[in-house]
């Protein structure tokens, strides 16, 4: 990719530190904050294709939305440019003020000619967070009539039911509800592609940080953002540092070269814990980690078979020493602190139980098949003990390894046989998973929402019409039954194997002040950040 230009001789300096082999290195710089994370999984910067976990943080520093969830409480939505916001008495139309003279990291004014850009634009390029606003009737034909400007600072948004307020509002929290500066976007527009070939690898937001530079599997460079109209980042700079191995991010951190470190494994938190110079901080996060089969593969569709895979995790040593302190087994599509969210863990390891299902589905001596599984040191040591367990029932698997991008886009493509993956809550309702792993309206190739469920060729109509009827009940204990009646379902038939919820831990310097873990990729904060 193009270099951006590097204001500062010292900003030059921290950069170039972060290519230097770690022996070399001394210590961050005063006004850089340094996070070494496995960051692999990037493959774009514009918010419309925003959709991995490492990008989403990026985007929640970087660029602005309607509204934000709170950071303390992921259940309060809090202002983000919004001024004011409002339903109509139908329930269907959602009006919005936005907080006067604003500005995009460019100087360019922020006004509601924006916002609707930016969310006509999401609907209408059609990438994979598309359907968070598709789901309320929109579509290329008629997006430019249902989010239209009202005013210079005025918009209204119109759905096609009437959805339960929250769930609209925290679906805009998502990142496919970023704005997005028009003015510049589409001065870099190719071929009517309103500027996403460059936004893939730019920016274009009003956010506290800006990003300066993105190599692939290598750095996120981000600065502050002056025109921010709230409190201003506290430092300068903020580096994220691909390390995928939680070893070396241990290094880096006890020699002063990171400041943070995101993927320590049990043992090697257990071995900071006496540092008087490293501390940590933890928070649940609306991440879940599951193996899924995909049901284009007739053995792999058999009902018995699915469920015989269920029984060849083993849970509870896993829980013990590859997720300590990191993790809790959840067998359940909504994870814990969601309305309707349940704590019921069926599963064990019982070999001879996943053998009498698979005898019955007609594999009394097993099969063999792949698992697509990202390298990164705790996926690999899930993958390795489930091979190790599936091998005591017959069954064969073969681990194809690759990075983030190189899985996920042949798991996009319904490729795989398996594939071990995370999931992390797009905003804070329980329709963000509901409607991925619980739906899917359209099983045929070419559908237009491809939901994790669609992934994996499940086809649910039933379920798909419970997930419906879910988001439109407005009282919320109606609700919460029944997304509690969709998860029973779900443990007992469908092709996922749901293994843990992801406890993010954070180790950092004792210089480092203000880092909160958010519930949501998004509301982790480094813009908050000090030291």
């Given at each position: 990719?193009?270099?951006?230009?590097?204001?500062?001789?010292?900003?030059?300096?921290?950069?170039?530190?972060?290519?230097?082999?770690?022996?070399?290195?001394?210590?961050?710089?005063?006004?850089?904050l340094v996070v070494a994370w496995a960051i692999d999984d990037i493959i774009s910067m514009d918010p419309a294709e925003v959709f991995e976990i490492s990008a989403s943080e990026i985007m929640g520093n970087t660029y602005d939305r309607l509204l934000r969830s709170d950071v303390g409480d992921p259940s309060r939505l809090v202002a983000d440019v919004a001024k004011s916001w409002s339903v109509s008495a139908d329930g269907k139309t959602y009006s919005f003020e936005l907080k006067p003279g604003l500005k995009f990291a460019s100087g360019n004014p922020l006004t509601a000619e924006d916002v609707v850009f930016s969310l006509q634009r999401a609907v209408m390029l059609d990438k994979s967070p598309a359907f968070i606003l598709t789901q309320f009737g929109l579509n290329k034909a008629n997006v430019k009539e249902k989010v239209k400007q009202t005013g210079a600072l005025t918009l209204s948004l119109e759905t096609d039911q009437t959805y339960s307020p929250t769930f609209v509002y925290n679906c805009l929290t998502a990142d496919v509800g970023a704005i997005i500066d028009k003015r510049l976007v589409m001065s870099k527009e190719v071929n009517g592609d309103m500027g996403h070939g460059w936004l893939k690898t730019s920016f274009a937001g009003s956010g506290p940080l800006k990003l300066r530079e993105w190599r692939a599997n290598e750095i996120v460079a981000l600065e502050r953002n002056d025109h921010y109209h709230g409190v201003k980042a506290k430092l300068p700079r903020v580096i994220y540092r691909h390390v995928k191995e939680s070893a070396t991010q241990r290094l880096l951190l006890e020699k002063g070269d990171a400041d943070i470190a995101r993927n320590l494994s049990p043992q090697d938190l257990s071995a900071?814990?006496?540092?008087?110079?490293?501390?940590?901080?933890?928070?649940?996060?609306?991440?879940?980690?599951?193996?899924?089969?995909?049901?284009?593969?007739?053995?792999?569709?058999?009902?018995?078979?699915?469920?015989?895979?269920?029984?060849?995790?083993?849970?509870?040593?896993?829980?013990?020493?590859?997720?300590?302190?990191?993790?809790?087994?959840?067998?359940?599509?909504?994870?814990?602190?969601?309305?309707?969210?349940?704590?019921?863990?069926?599963?064990?390891?019982d070999v001879e139980k996943a053998r009498a299902l698979l005898a019955r589905a007609g594999f009394p001596d097993g099969f063999k098949v792949t698992i697509d599984m990202r390298t990164t040191p705790l996926v690999q040591g899930i993958t390795e003990s489930?091979?190790?367990?599936?091998?005591?029932?017959?069954?064969?698997?073969?681990?194809?390894?690759?990075?983030?991008?190189?899985?996920?886009?042949?798991?996009?493509?319904?490729?795989?046989?398996?594939?071990?993956?995370?999931?992390?809550?797009?905003?804070?309702?329980?329709?963000?998973?509901?409607?991925t792993f619980a739906r899917n309206p359209d099983n045929t190739d070419n559908a237009k929402s491809k939901p994790l469920a669609w992934r994996n060729a499940w086809d649910i109509p039933e379920l798909t019409r419970k997930a419906d009827a879910a988001v439109l009940e407005r009282d919320p204990a109606k609700r919460r039954a029944m997304y509690e009646e969709i998860q029973a379902d779900f443990r007992k038939n469908s092709p996922f194997i749901m293994i843990y919820q992801q406890l993010e831990v954070a180790a950092m310097r004792s210089d480092v002040q203000g880092l909160k873990l958010g519930s949501t990729s998004a509301s982790t904060h480094m813009f908050a950040v000090s030291k």
């Amino acid at each position: 990719m193009k270099y951006l230009l590097i204001r500062s001789a010292m900003a030059v300096a921290a950069a170039a530190a972060l290519t230097m082999p770690p022996s070399l290195l001394a210590a961050t710089p005063k006004d850089t904050l340094v996070v070494a994370w496995a960051i692999d999984d990037i493959i774009s910067m514009d918010p419309a294709e925003v959709f991995e976990i490492s990008a989403s943080e990026i985007m929640g520093n970087t660029y602005d939305r309607l509204l934000r969830s709170d950071v303390g409480d992921p259940s309060r939505l809090v202002a983000d440019v919004a001024k004011s916001w409002s339903v109509s008495a139908d329930g269907k139309t959602y009006s919005f003020e936005l907080k006067p003279g604003l500005k995009f990291a460019s100087g360019n004014p922020l006004t509601a000619e924006d916002v609707v850009f930016s969310l006509q634009r999401a609907v209408m390029l059609d990438k994979s967070p598309a359907f968070i606003l598709t789901q309320f009737g929109l579509n290329k034909a008629n997006v430019k009539e249902k989010v239209k400007q009202t005013g210079a600072l005025t918009l209204s948004l119109e759905t096609d039911q009437t959805y339960s307020p929250t769930f609209v509002y925290n679906c805009l929290t998502a990142d496919v509800g970023a704005i997005i500066d028009k003015r510049l976007v589409m001065s870099k527009e190719v071929n009517g592609d309103m500027g996403h070939g460059w936004l893939k690898t730019s920016f274009a937001g009003s956010g506290p940080l800006k990003l300066r530079e993105w190599r692939a599997n290598e750095i996120v460079a981000l600065e502050r953002n002056d025109h921010y109209h709230g409190v201003k980042a506290k430092l300068p700079r903020v580096i994220y540092r691909h390390v995928k191995e939680s070893a070396t991010q241990r290094l880096l951190l006890e020699k002063g070269d990171a400041d943070i470190a995101r993927n320590l494994s049990p043992q090697d938190l257990s071995a900071l814990a006496g540092s008087k110079d490293i501390r940590t901080t933890s928070s649940p996060k609306g991440t879940l980690f599951y193996i899924s089969l995909n049901q284009k593969n007739p053995k792999l569709a058999k009902p018995e078979v699915r469920e015989a895979f269920k029984w060849l995790i083993d849970y509870a040593a896993i829980g013990e020493t590859l997720i300590k302190n990191i993790g809790v087994v959840h067998q359940n599509f909504l994870p814990a602190g969601l309305l309707g969210a349940s704590n019921v863990n069926p599963y064990k390891l019982d070999v001879e139980k996943a053998r009498a299902l698979l005898a019955r589905a007609g594999f009394p001596d097993g099969f063999k098949v792949t698992i697509d599984m990202r390298t990164t040191p705790l996926v690999q040591g899930i993958t390795e003990s489930f091979q190790q367990t599936a091998k005591r029932a017959g069954i064969d698997i073969e681990i194809l390894p690759g990075d983030g991008k190189q899985t996920v886009t042949k798991y996009r493509a319904r490729s795989h046989d398996l594939y071990i993956g995370q999931w992390g809550t797009d905003y804070w309702d329980p329709h963000t998973n509901a409607d991925t792993f619980a739906r899917n309206p359209d099983n045929t190739d070419n559908a237009k929402s491809k939901p994790l469920a669609w992934r994996n060729a499940w086809d649910i109509p039933e379920l798909t019409r419970k997930a419906d009827a879910a988001v439109l009940e407005r009282d919320p204990a109606k609700r919460r039954a029944m997304y509690e009646e969709i998860q029973a379902d779900f443990r007992k038939n469908s092709p996922f194997i749901m293994i843990y919820q992801q406890l993010e831990v954070a180790a950092m310097r004792s210089d480092v002040q203000g880092l909160k873990l958010g519930s949501t990729s998004a509301s982790t904060h480094m813009f908050a950040v000090s030291k």
